[in-house]
């Protein structure tokens, strides 16, 4: 990989990003054996540093680490010297101080992650941050397509929901624009940003017209708990219009997918019923997440057996 650091997909190069995936390939095998850990990580320590709830992400790279041997700590933030005032960049050097291989930083405020990296000596790993990127959620995407449609290049990619605050759609309009799939997004006119086609995505406020043949249809999360009455009158007028069900996917192609990064509001973004059932894709997500992620570890925090390899 070119920098030390994942810290978005803007940063990387088409090849990289099928580096990774080509790498998560191989590790998927992995976790289809009996004994599903490899030595490849032996000796090797990493910490997990989550100043946001998470269930998938922090799970999956708790996981990952595992598959690969590594020794993974769990850094709870709420029974840390935080507490006690310590900044969030010292909290960053005491811990590295004691030499961990690579550092997961999921934060709600957006570049954090890079701050971290700036005093950091090991890699830091994105695992979110505020409404910036959030790379390993794009990559295991891109992986669940590929894996699903045997492609991404030419496909049709419609993302539904929050665009403007969503730091999923960001890292995946980066993602499968660079892997060469025509990307759409949805949205109330409140919740895409402006100038949004600069992005090179092409921008709707009519959902049927956004999912006219389209391959993927990505629902966003609505953070409903904040953003009702300030961005759309109500959930229930939201669902009317942007949330999907199967009505609504008979104006995407036969063979559309169905995707969603979890947690899902039901009801709200997606109905129940294709939450549950083909064509959504959502627990293959959850399960590329772990493969993608000891990708990742492997190819970061690795680096040196990589190199030596
Ligand atoms: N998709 C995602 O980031 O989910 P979590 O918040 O549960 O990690």
Same mark, same amino acid.
């Given at each position: 990989?070119?920098?030390?650091?994942?810290?978005?997909?803007?940063?990387?190069?088409?090849?990289?990003?099928? &580096?990774? $995936? @080509? *790498?998560?390939?191989?590790?998927?095998?992995?976790?289809?054996?009996? #004994?599903?850990? %490899? +030595?490849?990580?032996?000796?090797?320590?990493?910490?997990?540093?989550?100043?946001?709830?998470?269930?998938?992400?922090?799970?999956?790279?708790?996981?990952?680490?595992?598959?690969?041997?590594?020794?993974?700590?769990?850094?709870?933030?709420?029974?840390?010297?935080?507490?006690?005032?310590?900044?969030?960049?010292?909290?960053? &050097?005491? $811990? @590295? *101080?004691?030499?961990?291989?690579?550092?997961?930083?999921?934060?709600? #405020?957006?570049? %954090? +992650?890079?701050?971290?990296?700036?005093?950091?000596?090991?890699?830091?790993?994105?695992?979110?941050?505020?409404?910036?990127?959030?790379?390993?959620?794009?990559?295991?995407?891109?992986?669940?397509?590929?894996?699903?449609?045997?492609?991404?290049?030419?496909?049709?990619?419609?993302?539904?929901?929050?665009?403007?605050?969503? &730091?999923?759609?960001?890292?995946?309009?980066?993602?499968?624009?660079?892997?060469?799939?025509? #990307?759409?997004?949805?949205?109330?006119?409140?919740?895409?940003?402006?100038?949004?086609?600069?992005?090179?995505?092409?921008?709707?406020?009519?959902?049927?017209?956004?999912?006219?043949?389209?391959?993927?249809?990505?629902?966003?999360?609505?953070?409903?708990?904040?953003?009702?009455?300030?961005?759309?009158?109500?959930?229930?007028?939201?669902?009317?219009?942007?949330?999907?069900?199967?009505?609504?996917?008979?104006?995407?192609?036969?063979?559309?997918?169905?995707?969603?990064?979890?947690?899902?509001?039901?009801?709200?973004?997606?109905?129940?019923?294709?939450?549950?059932?083909?064509?959504?894709?959502?627990?293959?997500?959850?399960?590329?997440?772990?493969?993608?992620?000891?990708?990742?570890?492997?190819?970061?925090?690795?680096?040196?057996?990589?190199?030596?390899?």
């Amino acid at each position: 990989m070119s920098q030390p650091n994942l810290l978005g997909i803007e940063d990387l190069e088409p090849a990289e990003i099928l &580096r990774i $995936l @080509d *790498a998560a390939e191989h590790m998927v095998e992995i976790g289809h054996r009996a #004994v599903k850990k %490899v +030595p490849t990580l032996r000796g090797r320590t990493i910490v997990n540093l989550f100043f946001e709830p998470s269930t998938r992400t922090r799970a999956s790279f708790e996981i990952a680490g595992k598959r690969l041997s590594a020794d993974v700590i769990n850094f709870s933030p709420s029974s840390s010297s935080l507490k006690k005032s310590e900044s969030i960049l010292d909290t960053a &050097r005491t $811990l @590295d *101080a004691m030499d961990p291989d690579a550092v997961v930083v999921r934060h709600g #405020v957006a570049g %954090v +992650p890079k701050r971290v990296a700036d005093v950091l000596s090991a890699p830091v790993i994105n695992a979110g941050d505020g409404a910036h990127e959030h790379p390993t959620q794009a990559l295991l995407d891109c992986f669940t397509v590929r894996q699903q449609k045997g492609r991404i290049d030419g496909l049709t990619v419609t993302i539904v929901g929050d665009i403007l605050h969503s &730091r999923v759609a960001r890292s995946n309009i980066y993602a499968f624009l660079k892997l060469g799939a025509e #990307v759409r997004v949805a949205a109330p006119p409140p919740m895409l940003p402006p100038h949004v086609e600069q992005m090179g995505v092409k921008a709707f406020t009519s959902l049927r017209e956004a999912l006219d043949g389209a391959d993927v249809v990505m629902a966003l999360r609505i953070q409903n708990e904040r953003l009702a009455g300030a961005y759309f009158p109500s959930a229930r007028e939201y669902s009317a219009t942007f949330g999907l069900d199967r009505a609504k996917m008979r104006y995407a192609k036969d063979d559309a997918i169905v995707m969603h990064p979890g947690p899902v509001n039901r009801g709200v973004e997606l109905s129940h019923d294709l939450a549950d059932h083909r064509p959504s894709v959502i627990l293959d997500q959850v399960r590329n997440g772990v493969a993608l992620r000891m990708a990742v570890l492997y190819l970061y925090a690795g680096r040196r057996t990589a190199d030596e390899g």
